[in-house]
Nanobody
Framework: QVQLVESGGGSVQAGGSLRLSCAAS????????MGWFRQAPGKEREFVAA????????YYADSAKGRFSISRDNAKSTVYLQMMSLKPEDTAVYYC????????????????????WGQGTQVTVSS
């Protein structure tokens, strides 16, 4: 498995931006698709965005399209989530996750397709 540590969360006002980072350890990072999920209080964890292991393909939840951007730097073993035009409903704990398979030929989106998770970072958006 891949060990993951998120950072970059915080408190912002609506309309603001944040960039989350997820640092990975382990030699298999570059062969793993990566994803971001979030869990708001009282709600189930939900998919936000994912990126293929090569970085060329991305997929977003409808709530993230046009506002969030996922990217990765395999040389730094880090995946990012740039979030713009933040809304109060984006308030949640954000988790990064690594694909349970290597070199998957499509971008995974279901929680069960990921088997390594970070501890999460809190994002709070005030109105």
């Amino acid at each position: 498995q891949v060990q993951l540590v998120e950072s970059g969360g915080g408190s912002v006002q609506a309309g603001g931006s944040l960039r989350l980072s997820c640092a990975a350890s382990g030699r298999t990072f570059r062969n793993k698709a990566m994803g971001w999920f979030r869990q708001a209080p009282g709600k189930e964890r939900e998919f936000v965005a994912a990126i293929s292991w090569r970085g060329g393909v991305t997929y977003y939840a409808d709530s993230a399209k046009g506002r969030f951007s996922i990217s990765r730097d395999n040389a730094k073993s880090t995946v990012y989530l740039q979030m713009m035009s933040l809304k109060p409903e984006d308030t949640a704990v954000y988790y990064c996750a690594a694909d349970r398979e290597t070199a998957r030929d499509y971008v995974p989106r279901r929680e069960t397709q990921f088997d390594s998770w970070g501890q999460g970072t809190q994002v709070t958006v005030s109105s």
